[in-house]
């Protein structure tokens, strides 16, 4: 689908930009990656009143211009450049009507540079409770352009921003804030000759920014650089000069468009809140008891609906089974596709549920209280406020979390960020931790509300937070840097979630998760398949001959010796001999050689080891045990011992490997792209490996 208009949202952080950008698309939205980095792109498709399709692209929020990481360094290059695939016919200008002031400056930077724009007058409700009055109509005749006032959140006023959108003019018509050229004439007139540049302001963002700029070759670069010696540029007091300038320009205008109520009853009550909830004290133990009830409801509210989904693999199975004559494709769908399936869509519930409460403490403004309170805390281990972000961020997934620590702009607290954040407990480990938890912690209620299942994952996620701020805290002495790290965070006032919104979310997380790893999972798991039901040499045909003589005939029934077979051949598959290679490695943790192969497979991606389990035991089993991998893993014995292979020492040993092991190709991958490096993924996967097989053999030696 292509649009006959292209819009970019542009706007400060906590504006209500992405809020607008989910309403104007709807579920017409898709994420990729931006031309070039591994920033996150979202972009979408809305339909104008007279039924033209607008493409919109959400660029990342930022204060200025003048970018302090590489995600405002793409929101100057989409602009800037003209052949970009994203440059935009037409700008919205998200702008927060209850602080104007600081997003304006923002505005007569991207106005300065002649793409024409709509300013969308955001959070209009929230304005008027805290005694804001603005004249949309005298600031649009101060600036030049069209402002439309908004309520994002509540749908307020976008029947009247599409309208404008198709009202705008294909020509720029906002007034000028300042005179460009006198900051810097003579450079500005020769970058604009030498470099053919049209615009006075987009040359004097070529001499500040030109070496973070993608789309100016080494010629250009080297070009400026000797411009601005030439002219003895000073890029800081040249950008002092120019913010002074603005500022003087955006006080004009709001002196004759805004004006104040003596109430203000919204921020007083913001401030009644925050006075409790990111108090030094009771605002941690709020901050536990919140976590404590997120973990109890995924295990209280998804135990339903997953036994739903367990219910209809097992019935598709045997369906399968009755209809499918018996051979290689009937083996191949079941065993197979049918098994892994079954081990991504089990766990939708949980992650759904998951995502809703990360989503609702981000919606509410909670989330940013988070990240304020944990700042004294995080400089203590040698991190600051903003390793927050990535850290949370990582209970999701490490990827984008470790993509979000760009903003920290010291060096080493940057790199600490990203060497640790793998260890925080992702949605992939998950469905590793609700299966064997469920295997071996009963589910039972202490004191008639308490879930032991729930208290045992909560504590899973908490052990992972404290582990990444160990391990931080040990590289704050061994990484070294004279940098100093600064946090600066705006918090926004708090409000109601918006259901909407979170429904959208979970909608994208869960879709994500099916098709992402789910693709994953589907391909490892028919290679596990083969590998599982082929052997090398001619062992397979021993096993048969083998249980056809009278010692094992006389002795097991037929559907006795069909399991005898099966385990047989399994062992002795190309899986089984793979696992069996690595399985005095990985006895003195409690783990056989099917656990091994899990382990080998689980190296793409966490979330394959149920997977892996479930197409393992399925290959194990006969067409008479059509059960689901819980209960397949629930009866798997030990042949030597004839004791359940899922101890509890087992199965908290796996909890914990998986607690520290870096097995996400992905994870490896963008950490590779951030870093620039292999030196740093390399560390990071013997550290990550190395803690899990120390952890979990201690572990299971202390509990077996």
């Known amino acids: 689908m292509e649009g006959d208009l292209k819009i970019a949202l542009i706007g400060n952080p906590n504006s209500g930009k992405s809020t607008l950008f989910n309403i104007l698309t709807g579920l017409n939205q898709k994420v990729g990656n931006f031309p070039g980095v591994t920033i996150d792109k979202k972009t979408g498709f809305c339909k104008l009143p007279d039924n033209r399709i607008s493409q919109i692209i959400d660029l990342p929020g930022t204060y200025s211009l003048y970018p302090k990481s590489r995600d405002e360094v793409i929101v100057m290059e989409a602009l800037a450049d003209k052949k970009s695939a994203i440059h935009p016919d037409l700008i919205i200008f998200v702008a927060d009507a209850s602080n104007l002031k600081r997003n304006l400056l923002l505005y ?69 804030s300042i005179e460009v050229e006198s900051l810097a004439p003579e450079l500005i007139r020769k970058i604009q000759k030498e470099l053919q540049v049209d615009l006075p302001y987009v040359a004097l963002q070529l001499a500040h920014q030109h070496e973070q700029l993608s789309f100016l070759n080494a010629d250009e670069n080297k070009r400026i650089s000797e411009i601005e010696n030439e002219f003895a540029f000073h890029s800081q007091k040249t950008q002092a000069t120019e913010t002074i300038a603005r500022y003087n320009f955006i006080n004009d205008v709001l002196f004759d468009t805004i004006s104040f109520k003596a109430d203000a009853k919204l921020e007083t009550i913001s401030n009644r809140i925050d006075k409790v909830l990111t108090h030094k004290i009771f605002g941690f133990i709020l901050f536990a008891v919140i976590l404590f009830l997120i973990f109890q409801s995924i295990f209280a509210w998804s135990e339903y609906p997953m036994g739903l989904i367990e219910q209809l693999f097992v019935w598709l199975a045997d369906t399968g089974n009755s209809l499918l004559p ?55 281990v040698g991190l600051n406020g903003k390793s927050v972000v990535p850290l949370i961020g990582g209970l999701a997934c490490a990827v984008p979390a470790i993509m979000s620590a760009r903003n920290i702009e010291n060096w080493k607290d940057r790199m600490i960020t990203i060497m640790v954040t793998p260890l925080v407990a992702c949605s992939a480990r998950l469905p590793i931790y609700t299966l064997l938890i469920s295997l071996v912690v009963p589910s039972k209620s202490i004191w008639g509300f308490i879930n032991l299942q729930g208290v ?3 504590s899973l996620y908490v052990f992972s937070i404290i582990s990444a701020v160990v391990v931080a805290w040990v590289m704050k002495y061994i990484l070294k840097s004279r940098e100093r790290g600064y946090f600066i965070m705006e918090l926004p006032v708090y409000r109601m979630p918006r259901w909407n919104n979170i429904l959208l979310t979970m909608y994208e997380k869960v879709k994500t998760f099916v098709f992402e790893a789910g693709k994953v ?97 399925s290959v194990d089993a006969d067409d008479k045990h059509l059960e689901s991998v819980r209960q397949k893993m629930q009866s798997a014995r030990n042949p030597d011992t004839g004791l359940p292979v899922f101890t509890t020492a087992v199965a908290f040993s796996l909890m914990i490997f998986y607690a520290f092991a870096m097995q996400c190709m992905s994870t490896v991958a963008v950490v590779y792209r951030e870093t620039k490096h292999w030196k740093w993924p390399t560390i990071q996967f013997v550290y990550m490996t190395g803690l899990a097989y120390v952890a979990s053999f201690i572990v299971y030696q202390t509990l077996k």
């Open 521 to 617: 999972i589907i391909a490892i798991s028919i290679i596990l398949w083969v590998l599982a039901s082929y052997g090398p040499g001619e062992r397979f045909d021993t096993i048969e001959k083998k249980f056809e003589s009278d010692l094992y005939t006389q002795k097991y029934t037929p559907a006795e010796l069909d399991r005898l077979i099966a385990s047989a051949k399994l062992e002795n598959s190309y899986a089984g001999v793979l696992g069996k290679s690595i399985e005095p490695a990985i006895k003195p943790l409690g783990f056989d050689w099917k656990i091994g192969i899990a382990l080998i497979t689980s190296f793409a991606a966490r979330e394959v080891f149920v997977g892996t389990m479930a197409t393992i035991y």
């Open 326 to 380: 018996e051979g290689v494709l009937r083996s191949l769908l079941i065993d197979g596709v049918l098994a892994g399936l079954s081990g991504v869509l089990i766990f939708i519930p949980q992650i759904a549920i998951l995502f809703a409460f990360i989503s609702i403490l981000e919606d509410t403004g909670y989330m940013s209280r988070v990240t304020f309170m944990m700042d004294k805390i995080m400089r203590k």
């Open 456 to 458: 045992a994952l909560m």
């Open 108 to 176: 007569t930077q991207i106005a300065d540079l002649k793409i024409p724009v709509i300013i969308a007058l955001n959070m209009m409700d929230l304005a008027k409770r805290s005694g804001i009055e603005i004249s949309s109509d005298a600031l649009a005749l101060k600036l030049g352009v069209q402002v439309v006032p908004i309520s994002a959140r509540n749908n307020d006023g976008i029947s009247c921003l599409k309208q404008a959108i198709l009202n705008s003019s294909k020509i720029p018509l906002q007034v000028d």
